[in-house]
Structure formats: structure tokens, C-alpha cells
């Protein structure tokens, strides 16, 4: 499937401004964002697997405390799962108004690099396995493709098991 081109120039965001900072080589990959179009627009506007596609979710613990999950665009989390992991009495997404505050980011366009605090972050082990992943670049219908390692490299995630069977 070939990848519909979007006329315009890639954003620079806090999280483009992390990447290039931190040395990571990543490509832009503008799509035409579709409002609760998710994982599965972006992988068929880019013309990629899906489970590569890496969405970026907020959450928040008991206390209110957030947290970031990273995840595979086709998998969802098992919060109670999570929460056991992150060593959280229970976790839930957070509404879009509290993670667009903790993350400086609109929802739809979050990226876990640049976040205007600084969140524990959560990764699925599986996506360190996988040859290139495309995670969002700060701003809606924006991915940057990049190495996996680069993403542990500069984030040191926590790596968990969190697929929802």
C-alpha cells in the first residue's frame, strides 16, 4: 500500500527538539489526521504495520500521580495489569483536559519526548523487538519514525507486559 503524501512542512515540537538534542535519527511521517481515527488511520495513511505504529497514553494512578504507557498501536492495555507492574494500587486513563496539562501535548498528538513534566514512563517490552517503530512527534498527524533503542536509550522506559489478552 503506498503512502498518501501530506503537502506540508514537519513541525518542530519540544519532542523534535529532545530527539535532535539527544542525536536520534529519526524521519518525519505527516498523514492526514482523522479525529478519533486512532492507530489504525495513521498505519494505513503511512502505508505501515500497525502493531509498529507506538500509541503514547495517559494515565493516572489512586493518587492522581500520571504516568505514561506506551503500546502497540493494535494492542490494548491491561490497566489492572499495569497498575500491578507500576506497583499502583489502580491506574485509568487520564480525562484529555489532565493529559494535555501534564504533557503539553493535545490529545491525538501527545508524544511521550519533550512532555512539559516529567512522567514515569511505561513501554511494552515487545516493542523493543521490533525493526523501526512510528510514534507521534508532538502534534497531530505527525509521526517520527526512529530505532526502538533510541527510544530506551533517551526515555528509559520501565519495560512491562501489560498486552490485554
Partial sequence: MAAR????????????RLLRQQGVAFQDRLYAYQEHGGTAVSARELGVDEHAVIKTLVMEDETQ???IILMHGDREVSVRELARQAG???VAPCRPEVA???TGYQVGGTSPFGTRHHLPIYAEASIRELARIYIN????GYLVELDPADLWRVLSPVPVSVTQA
Fill in 5 to 16: 503524501m501530506v503537502a506540508r512542512k514537519a513541525p518542530v515540537t519540544a519532542a523534535v
Fill in 137 to 140: 512527534g508532538g502534534k497531530r
Fill in 100 to 102: 494535555e496539562r501534564h
Fill in 65 to 67: 500521580a500520571p504516568l
Fill in 88 to 90: 499502583r494500587r489502580h
